[in-house]
């Protein structure tokens, strides 16, 4: 299995601010998937990022609005840009595990714009 | 496109009871299916993943059954808990890269 450590596990942002969101892999993984939960509803997936390579936005998802970072194997950034109360939501990181691709979460990032 | 759907939206049941929830997917072309259960307001737990070869898996009292055939899986709860209550989510995948699709989920309350 993996262990996924998310930062920080929940926060409070003024509108038109930034907010960054970490994850923290304890093994090497190709691909790292990050996902939105809005309120009472089930999770959507925001983008792909791959290690070296620009993230992979779904439909309804832009860069400019929510930059990612893959820097390493092991870790990667999710910034919800420019914040507006309609981007509360809990943001969750996952990985596949290498050997049967069982998908594992972290604990999620509890976001609430003011 | 795949869509996951998932019945009931909600289930309260009397503690001990054996219950079931439903999973069924629109494109038998998966990979792997994945049962979760989500607390509120954290993050996912695997329950339990089947691959597209097989048919069930257990775990304690957890049993999740797949029917690929016919775009189905069932996640059988034996002899409930109050600590059971979550919401319990199904997800599926085209192949070991993909992202995986989630259902909405069935929010379960376990009556002490």
């Known amino acids: 299995s993996a262990v996924i450590s998310q930062k920080p596990s929940r926060d409070i942002c003024q509108r038109g601010t930034s907010l960054t969101i970490q994850c923290q892999v304890d093994?090497?993984?190709?691909?790292m998937f990050w996902y939105r939960q809005q309120p009472g509803q089930s999770l959507t997936l925001i983008a792909t990022a791959n290690q070296g390579s620009e993230a992979t936005y779904e439909s309804g998802f832009v860069i400019d609005k929510f930059p990612i970072s893959r820097p390493n194997l092991t870790f990667s950034t999710l910034t919800v840009s420019n914040m507006s109360p309609e981007d509360s939501s809990i943001y969750l990181c996952?990985?596949?595990?290498?050997?049967?691709?069982?998908?594992?979460f972290g604990q999620g990032t509890r976001l609430t714009v003011v | 496109k795949q869509e996951v759907t998932q019945i009931p939206a909600a289930l309260s049941v009397p503690e001990g009871e054996n219950l079931v929830l439903n999973c069924s997917f629109t494109d038998s072309a998966i990979y792997n299916l994945q049962w979760f259960r989500q607390d509120p307001g954290k993050g996912l737990t695997s329950l339990l993943l089947i691959q597209s070869s097989q048919r069930e898996q257990t775990s304690g009292r957890l049993n999740a059954s797949l029917d690929k055939s016919s775009g189905r899986s069932t996640l059988y709860i034996a002899a409930s808990q109050p600590g059971d209550s979550a919401t319990y989510l199904c997800?599926?995948?085209?192949?070991?890269?993909?992202?995986?699709?989630f259902g909405k989920g069935t929010r379960l309350h376990i009556l002490p």
């Open positions: 996952s990985v596949k595990g290498q050997l049967n691709t069982e998908a594992f």
């Open positions: 997800a599926v995948d085209r192949n070991r890269d993909d992202k995986i699709i």
């Open positions: 093994s090497q993984v190709t691909m």
